[in-house]
């Protein structure tokens, strides 16, 4: 199957600093990448929406400056918190759906998901 | 968009037990996919249903899609613990890789030897 890489897996960061998150797909080319939130024990809730060369689509109560979502190539969406603060502490996973007309676009590939810590 | 129902939240079962896991909706549901996130891990996709009355299996795990069109259940005979983890529902208003899943609420099951 499709894989998808996320990086970093882990961070640690002071409140008020921003940190950046990476999510590419490796083999395959991702016209649009899903970013999701995660708390413990919690379902995935879906943050945004990232198509390549346009604006991010974000769900109600998601603030766009916050979570700022840049898809500038077919392969790589990136999720930078800013200013994080301890509530944005959370598991952060991005995926991607396959591609169209190679019979792998029904399933969704996960990347290996980001747990923020803001301290 | 439409909201998936699961239920249980949790099941703890001894090794050997079976487990299911559902999945309700109050309208119709174009698929339904299923998905399986161990500890620490992420959604690792297990199946897509489509068809009204659909059911698959896969080893000991089988899948079924409601005459409805409406809910979903994920059966799996004789639990091991490898089988430990939290499964996710999860549909999409249409197929094509431009639309976002809605996820369910997941059922954490939990094995004991």
């Known amino acids: 199957g499709a894989v998808v890489s996320q990086h970093p897996s882990r961070v640690i960061c002071k409140s008020g600093t921003s940190v950046k998150i990476e999510c590419r797909s490796l083999?395959?080319?991702?016209?649009?990448m899903f970013w999701y939130r995660q708390f413990p024990k919690k379902s995935l809730m879906l943050m945004a929406t990232?198509?390549?060369?346009?604006?991010?689509?974000?769900e109600q109560g998601v603030e766009k400056d916050k979570f700022l979502i840049n898809h500038a190539s077919l392969t790589l969406s990136t999720l930078t918190v800013t200013s994080a603060h301890p509530e944005d502490s959370s598991f952060y996973i991005c995926?991607?759906?396959?591609?169209?007309?190679?019979?792998?676009?029904?399933?969704?590939?996960f990347g290996q998901g980001t747990r923020l810590t803001v301290v | 968009g439409q909201q998936v129902m699961q239920i249980p939240q949790y099941q703890h079962v001894q090794e050997g037990e079976d487990f299911t896991t559902y999945c309700n909706s109050s309208?119709?549901?174009?698929?339904i996919q299923w998905y399986k996130q161990r500890p620490g891990g992420h959604p690792v996709f297990l199946i897509q249903?489509?068809?009204?009355?659909e059911v698959k299996k896969q080893k000991r795990l089988t899948f079924q899609f409601g005459e409805a069109k409406k809910n979903s259940s994920l059966h799996i005979t004789a639990t091991q613990t490898t089988d430990v983890g939290t499964y996710f529902c999860?549909?999409?208003?249409?197929?094509?890789?431009?639309?976002?899943?809605?996820f369910g609420k997941g059922t954490s099951l939990l094995v004991t030897p």
């Open positions: 999860a549909q999409s208003p249409r197929a094509g890789s431009g639309y976002a899943l809605n």
């Open positions: 309208t119709t549901l174009s698929n």
């Open positions: 990232s198509n390549e060369g346009s604006k991010a689509t974000y």
């Open positions: 083999d395959f080319q991702a016209t649009t």
């Open positions: 995926s991607a759906r396959g591609p169209a007309g190679q019979g792998m676009n029904t399933e969704a590939f």
């Open positions: 249903l489509v068809k009204s009355g």
